[in-house]
């Protein structure tokens, strides 16, 4: 069911420069409901995606 316009996704993922990520990436980013992506991996950046979104190299788990 299609959200209203001021309602689209912003969706922030962790391990974005693994494979699973970067095909989940693909598909939401040709998703109409979502406005932007945030990737935060690691790793650098693999892919580029086909919305807005941004991209943070960091580790999660340092204090």
């Given at each position: 069911m299609p959200r209203?316009?001021?309602l689209k996704l912003r969706i922030a993922i962790t391990?974005?420069?693994g494979y699973l990520a970067q095909q989940?990436?693909?598909r939401?980013?040709?998703d109409p409901?979502?406005?932007w992506i945030l990737g935060l991996d690691i790793?650098?950046?693999m892919a580029q995606v086909p919305c807005p979104a941004?991209?943070?190299q960091f580790d999660?788990?340092?204090p």
């Open positions: 209203a316009a001021h391990g974005s420069s989940l990436i693909k939401l980013g040709s409901d979502v406005e790793r650098p950046r941004s991209f943070l999660l788990t340092a």
